[in-house]
């Protein structure tokens, strides 16, 4: 099984920035954290759980939500399975809680059908 644990999250005010963190661990023949592509997620109370950015082990694809492309990237480390969600310019409305997800998939990142989800990390932005 592959297990995900995200941290990072915190208070900020808006225009400032964080960098959420999702290590993925646990291996076995089936589950390889290295082959499998990762994805950020975020939900709050009012919304459903909306795609936020994800990236492909292999071949460094990127997918970002529209309404933040410029102000977050996405990006990964293959050497310690940990994956990264840089965020600056932050705005009251990207308050939410924050999930990393999983799978093994070449196609529908944007989807919320990925097969392992971490805790989420809280990312609260003051106005």
């Known amino acids: 099984q592959v297990q995900l644990v995200e941290s990072g999250g915190g208070l900020v005010q808006a225009g400032g920035s964080l960098r959420l963190s999702c290590a993925a661990s646990?291996?076995?023949?089936?589950?390889?954290?290295?082959?499998?592509?990762m994805a950020w997620f975020r939900q709050d109370a009012r919304k459903e759980r909306e795609f936020v950015a994800a990236?492909?082990?292999?071949?460094?694809?990127?997918y970002y939500k529209d309404s933040v492309k410029g102000r977050f990237t996405i990006s990964r480390d293959n050497d310690q399975n940990t994956v990264y969600l840089h965020m600056s310019s932050l705005k009251p409305e990207d308050t939410a809680v924050y999930y990393c997800a999983a799978d093994r998939r070449y196609s529908g990142y944007d989807t919320t059908t990925y097969r392992y989800w971490g805790q989420g990390t809280q990312v609260t932005v003051s106005s």
């Open positions: 990236i492909s082990w292999s071949g460094s694809s990127t």
């Open positions: 646990g291996r076995t023949i089936s589950d390889i954290p290295s082959d499998y592509a």
